[in-house]
């Protein structure tokens, strides 16, 4: 049986322990309308869709702009805060995730390619 789930997580760089906390809210609570239905980890497989928010720990755009020229993609992902919160999160540890062998696909300067490009980050 597949689950398929899309959600949208606390947003800003210091909310990382909230969106733990609502990826278990989920896990926990979320019940489907019909009956006996499984839970979610009860199913074969899980995709889970949607802004998830987890950001790169801060270490400033100087580092992440460097990472992304230099395409040291791995450097970067090891700061990515899901990437760490798996490491000491169990719950986490269930789910894998594709390799991340791109560049970060947030934020850019509107009709560009360019990243954000404002002073407050």
């Known amino acids: 049986m597949l689950c398929f789930l899309n959600c ?5 760089m ?18 489907f ?3 006996n239905a499984p839970k979610i ?3 074969k497989l899980v995709f889970w869709f949607g802004d998830l928010n987890f950001r790169i720990q801060d270490h400033g ?6 990472c992304i020229e230099q395409q040291n993609y791995s450097l970067l992902w090891s700061k990515d ?8 999160e ?19 300067d ?7 490009s404002r002073v407050l980050q």
């Open 8 to 12: 949208h997580l606390a947003a800003h």
């Open 41 to 43: 980890a009860d199913h």
């Open 33 to 35: 309308d019909c009956e």
């Open 61 to 66: 755009m100087h580092f992440v702009r460097s």
């Open 90 to 108: 169990q719950l986490l540890q269930e789910f894998d995730e594709g390799p991340l062998d791109f560049q970060p696909t947030y934020k850019f």
């Open 14 to 31: 210091n909310y990382a322990s909230e969106r733990v906390d609502e990826f278990e809210y989920i896990m926990d609570k979320l019940a």
């Open 110 to 116: 509107l009709n560009s390619d360019n990243y954000d």
């Open 81 to 88: 805060q899901l990437t760490m919160m798996k490491k000491k």
